[in-house]
């Protein structure tokens, strides 16, 4: 097959807030216990922190945590997480039915994401919790001293506050799984009023304002339309989420990037029809502060148990295709997706693996993201792309390849990024850059198998990695590519 990719440098989409390739640790399973911190183990600092895990972070170049839920925080008390280990109580978490010793809490959670050379954003418990519990816990947070919560954090060995910038008014607040869900109308009176707190708190926060769980909730849209409706002087983001798991059909599933953009333009239609409702000037920005392929079906629940192994999704080559063509979406709309997450970040649904005890594992879909969050940096440009559709059982039919381009102008800098979504065609794609002067080719790597389902294991760690391909370092305007059947492809050009 024959396709043809033209960008022009006139054609700029959005320059890329770089929290666009943030990640998740909630307290679910082993993401927190046995993954980012175990005290017991050899790697672990003198935090318990294991050096290993925030290794393996570090190098995924993520600049923004969300943090600590998840469904978890509809049903937590932050307070129970802060001052001396011996004190704080075990909880039953109403969230994953798991124990809850709370030997992590938002100060360990500062420290660690620190060391991982990111930064937090904090969800607020706006299920069983309070506007004036989530003000609380800004003031043990931001405020520098002098009143009651700040001179806690104080007491506590924080001298120091925080300052976490961006907090999230609850999590799916929609759902009737969510501890304390609420319907629309309360749930958008509740989040106004913790947003006028949480600004008094600190006049330099951003916040975010759940969106619907999915586009597959009866009350979507209508329930951004109303959470909008009510939040929209308060709040600067609109969050939505997405999962996608594969269910038989292969065409389907690589289509997930086309549905998310789908659903990315559904939400932003929603927040400009309420943006001119309120005659505002403000654009309301977007939030994919969850999404990632999650095999929930296959999810086994086991009650109160600490640190539970569940959600452990082991991810196959296909998987880590699904991840690159998303994250072509998420950065092609970053005019509007100013901040993204990719849920989660360790053990639960999550790129890194670890084993109690033992090593740490890169799942395949470690792989695409890292590639774009180190090398899809300054602007996004426009993709104008010229390729054979294929026909997909569930959305009709969707372009064989989603494409993403990126230009540094700093370091001139440009990095192209394919997913070739064809399960029996190698594709030759002449790439047009226009207007960015010659540039050289400088590395191509590609992500591809005969196995789809292929994945890694402590047996064989690197049985599906990005392998390099020989470039010829040719200069110019136009380069011909040959995209693999069923591949991702990265090249960089100087
Ligand atoms: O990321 C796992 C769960 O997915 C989160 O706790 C919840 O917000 C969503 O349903």
Same mark, same amino acid.
């Given at each position: 097959?024959?396709? *043809?990719?033209?960008? /022009?440098? %006139?054609? *700029? ?17 082993? #993401? ?23 290794? #393996? ?12 839920? @998840?469904?978890? $925080?509809?049903?937590?008390?932050? =307070? ?36 991982? %050379?990111? !930064? ?29 919560? &700040?001179? *806690? ?8 506050? %925080? ?7 609850? /999590? ?26 949480? =600004? ?14 999915? =586009? ?31 269910? @038989? ?32 000037? =403000? ?14 079906? %296959? ?16 991810? &196959? ?13 998420? $950065? ?26 033992? @090593? ?39 372009? @064989? ?20 979504? /064809? ?27 005969? !196995? ?18 020989? $470039? ?23």
């Amino acid at each position: 097959k024959q396709a *043809k990719c033209i960008v /022009n440098k %006139h054609f *700029k989409i959005a320059d890329i807030d770089r929290r666009i390739y943030g990640s998740f640790i909630e307290h679910m399973g082993r #993401a927190v216990y046995t993954g980012i911190y175990e005290p017991e183990h050899a790697m672990a600092d003198e935090q318990g922190f294991r050096q290993d895990v925030l290794k #393996a972070v570090r190098d995924l170049n993520v600049p923004i945590v969300r943090y600590p839920g @998840g469904n978890f $925080v509809s049903g937590y008390d932050w =307070k129970d997480g802060i001052g001396p280990k011996t004190d704080r109580p075990k909880r039953l978490d109403y969230a994953w039915l798991a124990i809850e010793t709370n030997q992590f809490g938002i100060n360990e959670f500062a420290d660690w994401v620190k060391k991982a %050379h990111s !930064e937090g954003m904090i969800a607020v418990n706006l299920g069983t919790g309070t506007p004036q519990e989530a003000g609380y816990l800004a003031e043990y947070c931001n405020v520098p001293s002098g009143t009651y919560w &700040s001179d *806690k954090r104080r007491e506590h060995g924080y001298e120091q506050p %925080h300052c976490f910038q961006v907090w999230c008014l609850g /999590n799916e607040m929609d759902g009737s799984w969510q501890t304390g869900g609420l319907s629309a109308e309360d749930y958008a009176k509740k989040a106004r009023e913790t947003a006028k707190i949480l =600004k008094w708190v600190d006049p330099s926060v951003e916040l975010v304002a759940c969106g619907s769980s999915s =586009k597959e909730m009866a009350t979507f849209p209508d329930w951004d339309r109303t959470v909008l409706e009510t939040c929209y002087p308060y709040i600067d983001y609109i969050s939505l989420h997405r999962y996608y798991e594969y269910e @038989g059909n292969t065409a389907n599933f690589l289509a997930a990037f086309y549905d998310l953009d789908n659903l990315i333009h559904t939400l932003k239609a929603t927040a400009d029809y309420v943006k001119a409702k309120h005659r505002s000037d =403000k654009v309301m920005m977007l939030s994919l502060d969850e999404w990632n392929v999650w095999y929930i079906k %296959h999810m086994d629940i086991k009650r109160w148990q600490w640190a539970p192994a569940i959600a452990e999704d082991v991810y &196959s080559l296909m998987d880590a295709l699904v991840v690159g063509g998303l994250l072509t979406t998420i $950065v092609n709309n970053a005019d509007r997706v100013k901040m993204a997450c990719l849920a989660q970040l360790v053990n639960a649904l999550a790129p890194i693996h670890t084993a109690v005890d033992g @090593g740490v594992l890169k799942h395949t879909t470690y792989y695409p993201f890292q590639q774009v969050s180190r090398y899809a940096r300054g602007g996004v440009f426009k993709s104008m792309l010229l390729c054979d559709d294929i026909d997909t059982p569930k959305y009709g039919r969707v372009p @064989g390849l989603a494409t993403l381009s990126t230009f540094d102008e700093v370091n001139r800098t440009f990095a192209f990024f394919v997913l070739n979504t /064809n399960l029996d065609d190698e594709v030759e794609l002449v790439l047009q850059l226009e207007q960015f002067g010659d540039l050289q080719m400088l590395e191509q790597q590609v992500l591809m198998g005969d !196995e789809l389902l292929a994945v890694n294991s402590f047996d064989a760690p690197e049985q599906v990695i990005p392998r390099a391909k020989m $470039v010829s370092g040719e200069i110019g305007q136009e380069f011909t590519i040959t995209l693999a059947k069923a591949s991702w492809t990265m090249i960089r050009f100087e």
